[in-house]
């Protein structure tokens, strides 16, 4: 997408947050990535492999309520099959958290066991939390600090302003230092990202936008489509975009004065039913279409 392409994401500030990730690394014990279900490809930030290095990884897929669940369980397949430790996790309703600190322990036992040989048993385990916005970090975080809300700003050795949250005994998070933004360089990534709701609708013609995913659902989840706004099949399968759109305004009532089609509204309509999973639970990224998980 042309307008993807163009959109500048303050590289000043991610060269900031890249610096901040590495000079914490030392701090903690294990990254937590969280992706989003619905887009595990898209959704994962590529310089984050090189950025963390050889630390021991998690990924969160959340947000899998808006998912398709059989899609999530092939994503979980092909991270687990790539050694990576992966759970679904839905931070609105809580399902899943209760695996976290289990998987984390499971992927440090190594490094415990040592700890523990050591004489160092009950030493704090310290996971960073990374993450594109809004995939959902501070409400995993606020979720998994409710029993223990404790806030800890001021370690020895950490930086002022780092975000340190207690979830447990000897358990501490570490909010992302810093806004790792999305990766645009793709623009099926950054249409994809968009459908999502990642970036601000305000820089982009969301018309334009809304016609694309009515192609890519027509081309993908016809059925769901046809269903959600009382389409024929037949009679939107050489249509572009935009004529589905209209044709969506139409049949909903959406008009302005003269007669004309509110496309505009038509437009927001269809992009936040498809944000909200009214229009069904759809995964966008295919686990068998991405064998490199870019983590
Ligand atoms: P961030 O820190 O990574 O930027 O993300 P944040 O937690 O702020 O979450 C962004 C939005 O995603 C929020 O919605 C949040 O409620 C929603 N969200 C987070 N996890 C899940 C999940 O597992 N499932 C669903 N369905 N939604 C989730 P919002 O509209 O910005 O705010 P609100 O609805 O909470 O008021």
Known sequence: MEELRS???????????????????????AVAILL????????????????????????????CDMADPAETKKW????????????ALDCKSGKGLNAFIPTVKNVLSEKIENWNSKGMTGRTIKVMVVGIPNVGKSSFINRMSKQNR?????????????????????????????????????PVVGEKL?????????????????????EYLRDNHISALCARYKLNENDI???????ILEMIGRKRGMLISGGEINTERAA?????EFRNATLGKLTIDRAEDNTDVRI
Request: with cysteine; net charge positive; aromatic share 8%.
């Open 194 to 214: 968009a459908f999502i709701g990642s970036v601000k609708d305000e820089i982009l013609d969301t018309e334009h936008l809304s016609g694309r995913l009515l």
């Open 268 to 272: 927001a309509t269809v992009l936040d």
């Open 150 to 186: 404790a806030k800890v700003e001021d370690r020895p050795g950490v930086t002022r302003g780092n975000q340190w949250f207690t979830i447990g005994k000897g358990f501490d998070l570490l909010d992302t230092p810093g806004v790792l933004w999305p990766k645009f360089d793709d």
């Open 7 to 29: 959109i500048q994401w303050f590289p000043g500030h991610m060269t900031r947050t890249k610096r901040k990730i590495q000079s914490q690394l030392k701090l903690i014990d």
């Open 76 to 87: 979980l397949t092909l991270f687990r099959q790539k050694n990576i430790a992966a759970i």
């Open 36 to 63: 989003d279900a619905r887009i595990p490809y898209s959704s994962c930030n590529p310089d984050l492999r090189s950025l963390i290095n050889n630390k021991p990884r998690i990924v969160l897929l959340n947000k």
């Open 237 to 243: 399968i050489d249509l572009q975009g935009y004529e």
